[in-house]
């Protein structure tokens, strides 16, 4: 990401038609948006980009993660025999947001390896999944957390 993407105002974003959004992208990426791109698109990847540049960008853990998750996917793809490697780590301080029952859920994962939510302490995810379903689940998965869980 370019320091130009500091610079964007995001009500020039809010008003800008395709032509200029695609003027602002090369500006600020340094590369054409690409053709499938449509103006909303567009104005949210710029968006995020502006807003990210300003609060100091995602933190080098997470691009860990998501790059380590990518080969993973990688791996799989290209090898479908292989066992599923893509798990993401909770670590403290870890705030999980779920949908389920209509209602979006928070968890925090504490430092013991528990997590809390709605108010109480659980011993682990499985803990918190099981109150909030009443039926026992893969804490992990049911968080997407792990492959096959949506997230």
């Not at 499938?36 to 968006?47: E, G, H, I, K």
């Not at 990688?74 to 025999?81: A, E, F, G, R, V």
């Not at 925090?108 to 918190?128: E, H, M, N, P, R």
């Amino acid at each position: 990401m370019r320091s130009s993407a500091m610079e964007l105002d995001l009500r020039q974003l809010e008003d800008a038609d395709a032509a200029t959004l695609r003027q602002l992208w090369a500006a600020a990426k340094g590369s054409k948006a690409p053709k499938t791109f449509t103006a909303r698109l567009m104005r949210l990847v710029l968006a995020w980009d502006a807003q990210a540049a300003r609060e100091g960008g995602e933190p080098a853990e997470s691009k860990r993660d998501w790059n380590r998750i990518i080969r993973a996917q990688s791996n799989q793809k290209s090898n479908p025999d292989s066992t599923p490697t893509g798990v993401i780590a909770a670590r403290y301080g870890t705030r999980l947001l779920k949908e389920w029952g209509g209602t979006t859920h928070e968890v925090l994962v504490t430092g013991d390896g528990g997590a809390t939510w709605s108010g109480q302490s659980y011993t682990s995810l499985s803990a918190v999944a099981r109150a909030m379903t009443g039926t026992n689940r893969n804490g992990p998965k049911f968080f997407g957390l792990r492959e096959g869980g949506k997230p």
